[in-house]
């Protein structure tokens, strides 16, 4: 079974809009942390947030926020206020605390229209 | 520092030849993991090292790849005996060991056997 789902090959957005990024997870390790990374067109992973297990709270870091769903495994990003620079690809990852390795989805191609 | 760098950035190579990439982590982080990435897909982790012993290795890695961390510092990853299907971009990361520390990657290396 896939570790990480990314079921939305690509996504388009408004400018200025909110826009949310599905993926959901398999682990039956109870602790564990997602991850979402950024990826433009130049190639570099760009982290954007974190999500522990045990956090009781969604994460937030600027304009993402992640939606924490633990009971129905899924951890989507929501980007608000979308801009132009955030067209990339958006790849959620996992990282559980028995393994060592960091489980990536297919990704998801926003583009942000004008 | 200025982050996790990979050398060459781009490599051309023809069937058969042997090439080999360098990594260098971020200074204090004692993880480091390699990647490679193809069109269109997430990263697929290839191995991973804490300090200088290779702790995980995919299965999906064939013999002809290797990899070392003599001192704990850069690392090196070298294919054998190239073949069409290893063109990918290889990835480099680097971390801290806990649970909420996320990757740096670096620009990665683009590998073209032709």
């Known amino acids: 079974a896939q570790k990480i789902t990314q079921t939305q090959p690509g996504m388009f957005v408004q400018e200025k809009e909110a826009v949310t990024l599905d993926c959901t997870y398999d682990?039956?390790?109870?602790?564990?942390?997602l991850f979402w990374y950024k990826q433009p067109s130049s190639g570099e992973m760009i982290f954007l947030i974190y999500?522990?297990?045990?956090?009781?709270q969604n994460a937030t870091e600027g304009r993402y926020s992640l939606n924490f769903q633990k009971a129905r495994k899924s951890a989507n990003l929501v980007i608000s206020a979308s801009q132009l620079g955030d067209s990339a690809m958006y790849f959620c990852a996992m990282r559980e605390n028995t393994g060592n390795q960091f489980y990536f989805g297919t990704g998801t191609s926003l583009t942000v229209i004008p | 520092d200025t982050g996790v760098s990979q050398d060459p950035r781009h490599k051309i190579t023809k069937r058969g030849q042997n090439v080999t990439f360098r990594c260098d982590p971020i200074?204090?982080?004692?993880?480091l993991y390699w990647y490679r990435q193809t069109l269109g897909q997430g990263p697929e982790f290839l191995t991973y090292?804490?300090?200088?012993?290779?702790?995980?290795k995919s299965r999906l890695l064939s013999d002809r790849f290797s990899a070392e961390r003599p001192k704990g510092s850069f690392s090196t990853l070298e294919i054998q005996r190239t073949e069409q299907g290893d063109s990918a971009m290889y990835l480099c990361?680097?971390?801290?060991?806990?649970?909420?520390?996320?990757?740096?990657f670096g620009p990665g290396t683009r590998l073209t056997v032709l």
């Open positions: 090292f804490q300090n200088e012993a290779q702790l995980e």
């Open positions: 682990t039956s390790d109870p602790s564990y942390g």
């Open positions: 999500q522990g297990s045990y956090d009781q």
């Open positions: 990361a680097s971390s801290l060991p806990y649970m909420n520390n996320e990757q740096f």
């Open positions: 200074s204090e982080h004692n993880r």
